[in-house]
């Protein structure tokens, strides 16, 4: 089990179970309604094609990721985000790192990276992940000692491993 760092206060992580699905679909979307707004759609339209999208993501890595667990990142008791990671014998994926906006850059994600890393060097795991080129969270990556591995498009998949982090 994953524990952030002490001094990202009460941040911690649980299961997500099934009365979680709104909170979860809700953040999904907090993290694109944005880029759908210059395609001029009224709220209804927005909503029902992020929950389109939604479902499918989650469909598609109940099939190819079977065993990933999905995480909800609490704050003082009340969820701010999700955590989705698949294990591996020799690789730890972060499927997903989303916080809500308000709980943005006050560093959880660092926290819950971090830890992962700590895993990762103690069990002599790989650490990968897909970011936008030029995400915030590409940023935050580069600094923890990621170094990308491949380009898709506007896409990276970084990768750390305690050899390249010495």
Do not use: K
Not at 79 to 106: C, F, K, N, W
Not at 125 to 150: I, Q
Request: charged share 25%; with cysteine; net charge negative.
């Amino acid at each position: 089990m994953i524990e952030p760092a002490a001094h990202v206060a009460e941040v911690g992580l649980r299961p997500a179970v099934e009365a979680d699905r709104d909170f979860l679909f809700e953040l999904y979307a907090s993290t694109r309604r944005a880029d759908l707004q210059p395609l001029g759609w009224d709220a209804a339209a927005t909503d029902s094609f992020l929950r389109a999208q939604y479902e499918h993501e989650e469909r598609d890595w109940h099939l190819h990721q079977q065993g990933a667990e999905c995480m909800v990142v609490e704050r003082a008791g009340r969820a701010v985000g999700r955590l989705y990671v698949a294990r591996s014998a020799h690789e730890i994926r972060i499927m997903d790192l989303t916080l809500l906006p308000a709980h943005r850059s006050q560093g959880i994600a660092t926290a819950l990276i971090s830890a992962l890393l700590h895993e990762a060097q103690a069990t002599r795991r790989t650490v990968r992940l897909h970011v936008g080129r030029n995400s915030r969270l590409a940023e935050l990556c580069r600094g923890l000692g990621f170094l990308p591995a491949a380009t898709r498009g506007g896409t990276l998949l970084m990768e750390w491993t305690a050899e390249a982090a010495l």
